[in-house]
């Protein structure tokens, strides 16, 4: 049933043209149809190419230049448009990683101003102004992303020098000063995401914020560990233990 309803999905998308093609439900939908087909296991370069087709669409729609300055958008639809646009860049890069390949976006490619530390329900269409952060200490609905977002840059460089041309002889100790940046990134999390399990039992009383917390640290290390494979299982893995360790 799942699989059928997503061929029903991924056939409406195709039928859209013009206009349709660019708004923020279509694009909603592709993020989420891209998801579920990463969920139900599709070949990953067949999600490399639909990651890059996301990212492009989201382009069109401008989602890459921060909202900010448009006076007439609300707060609102800025604040949802900031956060499609970081899922989008976040999804790019967790699928470019297992096949080598670069991102979409690279670094140079987008502005966008943090995203508020609020809950959901406190984001609303008719609010005149964006409420206030909470401190980073506070759960919210926004925090994960929060946090994933102070790795981002890191993480997309480090993406894009992964699926480049390498050179280990001379790259390794760069690709070595790169994974020890997202060590510490991983160490600088809010204390909410440190120690999962510990966490999961004492102060995150709901599974799905354990399941948080463990997604978000595959997702830094797992360009933390591309790094350091790369070098182990190289021809220069000798040269540095540190990466075999």
């Known amino acids: 049933q799942i699989t059928k309803n997503i061929a029903l999905v991924q056939r409406w998308l195709d039928g859209l043209s013009g206009k349709a093609l660019i708004n923020m439900q279509t694009l909603r939908t592709r993020t989420l149809l891209l998801l579920a087909h990463q969920a139900n296991l599709t070949h990953p370069l067949a999600l490399w190419h639909d990651s890059g087709s996301l990212v492009r669409y989201a382009m069109a729609m401008g989602l890459h230049k921060d909202p900010e300055d448009c006076t007439d958008m609300s707060k609102f639809d800025k604040e949802m448009r900031r956060k499609l646009w970081l899922t989008i860049v976040e999804l790019d890069m967790q699928i470019s990683v297992p096949v080598g390949m670069p991102t979409t976006v690279y670094l140079n490619g987008f502005t966008t101003n943090p995203l508020v530390n609020i809950d959901d329900h406190d984001l609303t269409a008719d609010i005149v102004d964006y ?19 102070f790795s981002m840059k890191d993480r997309l460089y480090v993406t894009n020098l992964l699926g480049g041309n390498v050179n280990l002889d001379c790259d390794a100790p760069v690709f070595l000063d790169h994974a020890r940046i997202l060590e510490k990134a991983l160490r600088d999390l809010p204390d909410q995401f440190k120690a999962s399990t510990r966490a999961g039992n004492n102060s995150n009383k709901r599974l799905y914020r354990l399941f948080t917390s463990i997604v978000l640290d595959m997702s830094i290390r797992r360009p933390m ?13 000798n040269r540095y233990p540190e990466a075999r360790k």
């Open 131 to 149: 409420p206030i952060s909470k401190p980073l200490t506070v759960w919210t609905n926004a925090l994960p992303q929060i946090a994933l977002g």
């Open 225 to 237: 560990l591309a790094l350091y494979r790369s070098i182990s299982l190289s021809p220069y893995s």
